[in-house]
């Protein structure tokens, strides 16, 4: 995976560049109005240079949507695993929640760019992201069982339908947030609340949220 949106190596600063260039574009432009000449001249290279990293545009894309995807595990998994073993549910969800939201808003070209362009590319493009998507896919199902399992999530819910849910709402923040209204934090303890609790009244508020170190 890139260093996203960083260029720490001087021998990988070509291919980083083009990368990130290539990630902002797609995330303004979509996927057809974006070619490799204006990769090119936004990351400060010649068009040709591009061949020197990539055989094609497709090849950058794939690299594009499996760092945007990447990102987002790495970051769900390192927040979950960094709780005591005896973390109680509430606490797993909203550190799940919070890492996906802190990853789509700290990666936010990459991030964003898989989640408007993955409709648009080809078909064998998307097959080439499908393992790491799937990956993500697994380990957010295999957390969300676990916690059915737990008696957190009632049996009838249907955890696929649940994470596709989860993920779509997530997602969805990249259009609207903003930090001025409320960090990333306040996000996750709103819509794990939200995703615990539900709308309805309950005779029992909800628990005072859990503060993760960062």
């Known amino acids: 995976m890139p260093s996203l949106d960083k260029a720490d190596e001087k021998t990988e600063f070509g291919r980083t560049g083009i990368l990130n260039a290539a990630a902002r574009l797609f995330r303004q432009n979509g996927y057809a109005a974006v070619s490799l000449r204006a990769i090119a001249q936004a990351a400060g290279?010649?068009?040709g240079s591009i061949y020197y990293h990539f055989a094609s545009k497709d090849a950058v894309v794939t690299e594009i949507l499996d760092a945007g995807i990447v990102s987002v595990h790495e970051k769900v998994r390192a927040a979950v695993e960094a709780l005591p073993a005896n973390a109680p549910a509430e606490t797993i969800i909203r550190a799940a929640?919070?890492?996906h939201l802190r990853a789509l808003l700290?990666?936010?070209?990459?991030?964003?760019?898989n989640v408007r362009i993955f409709g648009q590319v080809p078909m064998a493009v998307r097959d080439a992201n499908l393992p790491v998507r799937r990956a993500y896919e697994?380990?957010?199902d295999d957390l969300l069982s676990g916690l059915q399992a737990a008696g957190?999530?009632?049996p009838g819910v249907n955890i696929s339908r649940l994470r596709l849910l989860l993920i779509g709402a997530l997602n969805a923040t990249l259009e609207w947030f903003d930090p001025e209204q409320g960090g990333v934090e306040a996000l996750a303890d709103d819509y794990?609340?939200?995703f615990l609790h539900g709308i309805r009244p309950t005779p029992e508020p909800p628990h005072e949220p859990y503060h993760l170190a960062d």
Do not use: F, P, Q, V
């Open 192 to 194: 794990t609340n939200i």
């Open 138 to 140: 697994k380990y957010l």
């Open 152 to 154: 957190t999530i009632r």
């Open 97 to 99: 929640i919070y890492g």
């Open 45 to 47: 290279i010649k068009a």
């Open 106 to 113: 700290e990666y936010g070209d990459y991030t964003s760019a």
